[in-house]
């Protein structure tokens, strides 16, 4: 068995619960330190409808599997001792084939599942977390609203034909020419399509096709309105014998 020991004065940690029926799914909760592994299963009945006879609890840092709990006595702050965690559950719990002209199907109305105590939505509901942390979804919200905002001010400025520097992270500063203000097909959100000085870019002006502006290959690119910063820049001139 591996040991996770990090300081922490806490007495609890909050971690991702993921399963093996569905990788994309996982929610975040917080459990003491003092919870034995068999009770932590218990837990997570609720979560994942799982059996905790059955299942199996394995401890990721990212995509690393760091640890399996497989001692169901002992406790889980000897597996992982802070934050940020991901308990992933395997479990065959699902894995059944009915004929569904013999069964007949099992269904709740809305009403039975809110009176439900075991349900998912009454765990979340009793721990304010997701949807339920009124807090959390109205900051979230607000972000939101602040972001949308920029990005319409920040989108405004990008006149086609103005010259501009673009900052992406990971990319070296740019400078171009705007020629494109709007929608991509396919695409949510508002694009400026910019032709660079410099054959840095990644297209003619064209996205899966669609010619939305024209220019040299590898000298067009469209990016978020937030990176684009509207200016009086000098055209970078590009000499090849620069890079002999």
Known sequence: ?????ESGKSDFIKANVSNSHNDAVAFEVKLAKDLTVAELKSKLEILTGGCAGTMKVELYKGDTCLS?????NAQLGYYANCDGLR????????NFSFDNATVEKFELTKDQYDQRTNSVRNYLKQNKLGKYN????AQAEEKRRQQAEEMQKRAELCIVG???EVTVPG???RRGTIRYNGELDGKSGVFIGVEYDEPLGKN???VAGKAYFTCQPNYGGFVSPLSVTVGDFPKEEFNLDDEL
């Open 171 to 173: 990319n070296p500063r």
């Open 162 to 164: 103005s010259r501009c």
């Open 1 to 5: 068995m591996a040991q996770i020991i």
């Open 204 to 206: 003619n002006g064209s």
């Open 87 to 94: 308990l992933h559950v395997i479990d065959s719990f699902a």
């Open 134 to 137: 009124e807090e959390e979804m």
């Open 68 to 72: 399996t709990l497989d001692n169901n």
